[in-house]
């Protein structure tokens, strides 16, 4: 095939694959037109200098921020609480947050903060925040990276929290155990 078929064949390729989208919007369960998704409550208090990183001093003061979205004064946060409010306009769309019955999975905050995993923080979670956070530091640099704070996903292909041997940077068994290595020429 020549050069030029080649881009020709290419182009054409490229406008079909633009002409089979479906028009503007977001995808099916995404926000209403117009309105992103409501940042977290919980990086709403904890983020104090909105860079979307959490640095040693906003994580040290992880339980007086969480302590502010206690609205009802009960000393614990209820799922109430944690979740943010819808976007304006949006409290009666259809694809505003999840079907009746079905909660989101928390995102790497919550599910850390979260230690017994009951949907709520308690006294004791709030008071231990700092601690629970530092365990997304993956680097161990004492802050968390934008990168440490985005949602891992299960690989494709695999059901959500199965993950097995070799995924995620573990090393899979062998399979066969290794043979030891032959001693010096003496040892026998």
């Known amino acids: 095939m020549t050069l030029m078929k080649r881009i020709a064949v290419t182009f054409g390729l490229g406008a079909l694959t633009a002409l089979a989208q479906e028009p503007g919007g977001p995808p099916p369960g995404g926000p209403p037109p117009g309105h992103r998704h409501p940042p977290s409550p919980l990086m709403m208090v904890l983020d104090t200098n909105r860079d979307g990183e959490l640095d040693a001093a906003e994580i040290a003061n992880a339980s007086a921020a969480l302590r502010t979205l206690d609205k009802n004064g ?11 409010p819808p976007p304006p306009g949006a409290t009666n769309h259809p694809n505003f947050g ?91």
């Not at 996903?153 to 030891?180: M, Q, S, T």
């Open 98 to 188: 999840p079907p009746p019955g079905h909660r989101p999975p928390p995102g790497p905050l919550r599910a850390a903060l979260d230690t017994n995993k009951d949907g709520e923080l308690d006294a004791d979670e709030i008071a231990n925040a700092s601690a629970s956070l530092l365990t997304l530091d993956v680097n161990g640099d004492g802050k968390l990276s934008r990168e440490e704070l985005r949602p891992k996903f299960p690989p494709p292909g695999g059901p959500a929290g199965a993950l097995g041997p070799g995924e995620h940077g573990e090393a899979p068994p062998p399979e066969h155990p290794a043979e030891p290595p032959p001693g010096p020429a003496g040892d026998q």
């Open 74 to 84: 009960d000393g614990k946060l209820s799922g109430e609480e944690l979740r943010p």
